[in-house]
């Protein structure tokens, strides 16, 4: 009789019993086509979804890898519905190929009725132009990213092989004279160009953007780079130009403040998203070179806006960079359809233990409110509680004691709301960054922040993307944005890389007990117990104590 640490039921979910000897290489395995939706303390419940199961496949594994996981580590027999509904989920991927035939778009399948029934679908048909023979139709050339869309979404996804422009020729070598890729990045970099585009999946401080670098020197190629902001923009012309051949007057900023258009661009998403009169003004950039590799950082931020002009560049070839697929507006089959599958994802903790990220400590602090502040909580309204539980005053008394408590270390205080931010630097003597610091200022303060001069520095959600702050040690995360994974992942993140100082990184969630923050900082945790971290559960009456 099995005796491992899953229970797989017939609705398609999934149970690990966390304390079981085999948890972590069951969770390790089961993560490749499972997502976590649930992590109490002995039970965490995983979710067997199509994009899962399809995400899976385009990145090499098939069925029978998937059903054998189940199989290897179930505690009793798979129900047979599962095992059947995974080989016929799995085995819509691939059944439409898109391809090129001559100066053509074409969509094939040598399955008749599956063809039949989509060249029928209302929002399928407009897309195509006629019927080529008994398996092909033909595909209006603006319509791939579109097509792509619609089949996910009627759950026939279609492989694309119709190909890439190779864009202007630039050449672009790797400078590893003190330095090389390291063996995961190196196999990230050839699962991508294996598969032509798609998303390679790892953790903060793992090193996406030599990712970037090594495909940009794979693609010897005219590259557009989009990221978060402007300090990211930044940190990525000074990472190249310190990891690549490439020069100064061959990498171009087109952000709010320069708009520079040169062999590498690197451009902001809100620059792209700009507006005037109605029209997005900064469309050109799109098409002002004959771009052949674009790269997405931050691929789980990409707004809405850029969805829809990426419809339009599928000839172009797409590199996703993200620490996590979650998007909390549940828009992950567009990033699957229009950026493209995962091609590489590599765990946190398996990445950890090569040593190329730092181990850490994950705690909840919970904070009892005074009786005064829960009549008030009690008596709001539900839109209010949120701000109430997560603004709480009595959270201040503990950030203080922490940040004693972990003195000469670089600590990271980190708040949603603005007046709470304020209210922590006033306390603290520290230096405060929001959305509204120039960023010359906020790139003085995280340089400060870098060569120790400044110790602790309380900031918004900007810091949560793509700002490299590899000394911090300590992160005390006071509020955050409700129940969002993606923001526990990044801010997480900004402690993992690894430390010239040798101490291990720290990660506190301060919680108001028995409010909705306590509720939304579960959901905010799921991600982190996917990855194999787990919290203590700390009392902050005790802490003060101590």
């Not at 080989?87 to 040598?110: A, C, F, N, P, Q």
């Amino acid at each position: 009789m099995p005796s491992g640490p899953l229970i797989v039921q017939s609705d398609r979910s999934v149970l690990l019993e966390v304390a079981h000897p085999a948890a972590e290489d069951a969770r390790h395995d089961l993560a490749v086509f499972a997502e976590l939706e649930r992590a109490p303390e002995h039970m965490h419940s995983y979710r067997i979804t199509r994009l899962g199961l399809w995400n899976a496949r385009a990145a090499g594994h098939d069925a029978e890898d998937m059903i054998g996981t189940l199989e290897r580590y179930a505690k009793f027999p798979i129900p047979q519905s599962v095992a059947i509904d995974i080989r016929e989920t799995v085995g819509r991927y691939g059944r439409l190929v898109i391809e090129r035939d001559g100066d053509d778009l074409v969509l094939r399948s040598t399955d008749a009725a599956v063809l039949t029934e989509i060249s029928r679908a209302k929002r399928i048909s407009p897309l195509l132009t006629g019927q080529r023979s008994s398996d092909s139709y033909t595909v209006a050339p603006w319509a791939r990213g579109q097509l792509k869309q619609e089949l996910v979404k009627l759950g026939w996804p279609a492989e694309d092989l119709a190909g890439f422009t190779p864009g202007t020729p630039h050449k672009i070598s790797l400078d590893t004279a003190d330095w090389n890729l390291r063996p995961y990045q190196d196999h990230a970099v050839d699962n991508f160009f294996t598969g032509g585009s798609g998303v390679v999946v790892l953790p903060c401080g793992a090193g996406k953007t030599l990712v970037g670098a090594g495909a940009m020197a794979r693609a010897g190629t005219t590259t557009l780079i989009l990221v978060t902001n402007t300090v990211s923009a930044r940190q990525w012309r000074s990472e190249l130009l310190r990891r690549t051949t490439l020069t100064e007057d061959e990498i171009g900023e087109y952000s709010g403040a320069v708009k520079e258009v040169k062999p590498v661009t690197i451009a902001t998403y809100q620059i792209l998203t700009a507006k005037r009169k109605g029209e997005y003004a900064h469309l050109g950039l799109l098409d002002a070179m004959d771009w052949g590799l674009i790269i997405y950082d931050e691929v789980h931020l990409l707004p809405a806006p850029v969805f829809k002009l990426t419809a339009e560049l599928q000839a172009r070839r797409r590199l996703g960079l993200t620490a996590t697929l979650v998007r909390e507006d549940g828009r992950e089959g567009d990033v699957f359809s229009l950026i493209g599958p995962k091609r590489f994802d590599a765990p946190w903790k398996e990445i950890e233990a090569q040593g190329f990220i730092s181990p850490a400590s994950c705690y909840e602090v919970r904070v009892d409110l005074p009786q005064q502040e829960r009549l008030e909580y009690a008596a709001s309204a539900d839109d209010e509680r949120y701000r109430l539980a997560a603004t709480a005053p009595a959270k201040l008394r503990v950030v203080r004691q922490l940040v004693d408590k972990h003195a000469g270390e670089r600590i990271l205080v980190i708040g949603q709301y603005l007046d709470q931010i304020e209210q922590l630097a006033d306390a603290l003597g520290a230096p405060s960054l929001t959305g509204s610091t120039p960023v010359d200022e906020r790139e003085r303060l995280y340089q400060a922040f870098r060569d120790g001069s400044i110790t602790v520095l309380v900031v918004s959600k900007v810091a949560n993307f793509s700002v490299d702050l590899p000394e911090a040690t300590v992160a005390i995360q006071v509020s955050g944005s409700f129940g969002s994974r993606q923001e526990e992942a990044q801010r997480l993140g900004r402690l993992l890389r690894p430390k010239e100082s040798g101490l291990p990184a720290n990660f506190y969630t301060l919680v108001a007990r028995d409010t909705v923050d306590q509720d939304f900082a579960q959901n905010r945790q799921r991600f982190l117990a996917e990855q194999g971290y787990s919290y203590e559960i700390l009392d902050a009456d005790a802490l003060l104590v101590a």
